[in-house]
């Protein structure tokens, strides 16, 4: 029997496309509370972790607080496993609640925490356990609030919508970096003691907004309707559908490496690492916000772009970019100049960046079925970002550390580069199909007495 096409929310009504920006707004802010927590974090690694922590101001201190900051990383995978399952199976909405306020209390904690001088071991032992709690409730969060859009948008414009939640990850920064800079105005004794403690105190006030923000959208059309086919037997784990063909899987990780390293470098990084060349810190602070600003206009530009052009073509013209510039940026950094500095951070967050990060959400969500959405697309971003997000830093201040910043990190960028377009190279284009399709012949399959309602979103081509 021929199968009725299901097509994705191409048709919505007024309620739907309310639904459509509600899920946007609440994806937004949520990485906008995440990113705002995790670069904080960030952040305070580089300026005063290392002394207040672990009792060293030297680069051993600056190191080991890096080292914590990978931890979290490292524990993002876990999370977009855990998270993706249930996200899998229960529904995005649940557990994009249950993450948002895992991620906003472990920030509030860790303002919270004695120094090293006050309870010795303990002191970085409480931090590296709050900070894996950070990646876990990240690692959950990224990957569903960029679906939540995803799926909650037509075909024609997946690219846009669900590269607009990722805007939230500037303002974020640009937050955290603003309040920081607040902060920093503080005589010395006073931030060390208790100043630097105030931007963590903020995240149960951010916490409040964003549960009013999730509970407010409906369930995505495409889990509604895998819920509605009521299904009988046993399925494979999330996990598993998503293992099966690494073919899809390995390029969704590797897309992400570039993005991701380029963040990492320019947003954590090249703070710790301008204050030893000589820069003013509130200015690379201000460096690094205003390069976070202008990347929340060309995120949706490059999005939308992605929806004409395709996934792959956008992003590999990105990472071509990486490669042909990462040692020219390493060098107007190196200049002592503030104004080549502040050019090298936008062109690196502002252009590159954004080129590869946009298309990256519609891609993930393109690449696996319903079933095993969630958990595949976090894999692929949270796998990504342990590699090129976490380490980074880390890898980045020990190369400075050995006097080989600029041939260290330019190769750095540029390998990045390299393995995000070739990864592209290898994804396939599927930016004009419905979010929906793998689930058509279930439903033209589906036992007698099935129910096949569809849910509002999902409308036949033919209504």
């Not at 909650?152 to 805007?167: D, E, N, Q, V, Y």
């Not at 580069?417 to 979010?435: I, K, M, P, Q």
Request: aromatic share 10%; glycine share 12%; charged share 10%.
């Amino acid at each position: 029997m021929p199968s009725a096409h299901v097509s994705g929310p191409s048709s919505h009504s007024v309620s739907d496309r309310r639904q459509l920006y509600k899920a946007t707004a609440s994806g937004l802010l949520g990485f906008a509370i995440e990113q705002y927590d995790f670069i904080l974090y960030g952040t305070m690694a580089a300026l005063v972790f290392g002394p207040l922590f672990f009792g060293s101001s030297g680069w051993g201190g600056e190191i080991a607080s890096f080292g914590t900051f990978a931890a979290g990383y490292v524990a993002r995978p876990l999370g977009g496993i855990i998270f993706g399952h249930y996200g899998d199976r229960l529904g995005r909405k649940r557990v994009l609640i249950i993450s948002i306020t895992l991620m906003a209390i472990s920030s509030s904690l860790i303002g919270l925490l004695p120094t090293y001088d006050q309870v010795g071991l303990w002191a970085p032992t409480f931090l590296v356990t709050l900070r894996i709690a950070q990646g876990i409730a990240l690692g959950g969060e990224s990957a569903g609030s960029l679906l939540m859009a995803a799926e909650h948008s037509s075909a024609k414009r997946r690219g846009l919508w669900s590269s607009a939640p990722m805007t939230g990850g500037p303002l974020g920064s640009l937050l955290a970096t603003g309040v920081t800079a607040a902060v920093l105005t503080l005589p010395d004794d006073q931030f060390n003691a208790w100043g630097w403690r105030i931007p963590f105190a903020m995240s149960f006030v951010l916490l409040a907004v964003g549960i009013y923000m999730r509970f407010s959208v409906k369930e995505t059309p495409a889990f509604e309707q895998t819920k509605n086919l009521g299904q009988t037997g046993k399925r494979s784990a999330p996990l598993v559908k998503a293992l099966r063909n690494p073919r899809v899987l390995l390029p969704c990780i590797g897309i992400g490496i570039g993005p991701q390293a380029l963040q990492a470098i320019i947003g954590t990084w090249l703070v710790a690492y301008g204050t030893h060349l000589g820069y003013d810190p509130q200015f690379l602070l201000l460096a690094v916000g205003i390069a976070s600003g202008f990347v929340i206009l060309t995120l949706p530009v490059f999005g939308y772009v992605s929806d004409v052009l395709g996934r792959k073509q956008v992003i590999i013209a990105g990472a071509v970019g990486a490669v042909i510039t990462a040692f020219p940026m390493m060098w107007m950094i190196n200049s002592l100049s503030p104004t080549l500095l502040l050019i090298a951070a936008i062109w690196g967050r502002t252009v590159l960046q954004a080129v590869m990060y946009a298309p990256w959400p519609a891609l993930l969500s393109e690449s696996f079925d319903t079933e095993s959405r969630y958990t595949g697309a976090s894999i692929g971003m949270q796998i990504s970002t342990v590699v090129a997000g976490g380490f980074t830093p880390m890898i980045a201040t020990s190369l400075t550390s050995g006097g080989h910043a600029v041939a260290g990190v330019g190769s750095l960028m540029l390998a990045a580069g390299l393995v995000t377009g070739v990864s592209a190279a290898f994804t396939r284009d599927r930016r004009h199909a419905e979010l929906t399709d793998g689930l058509v012949e279930a439903v033209a399959t589906a036992p007698q007495g099935t129910a096949r309602t569809q849910p509002a979103g999902l409308v036949d081509d033919a209504s």
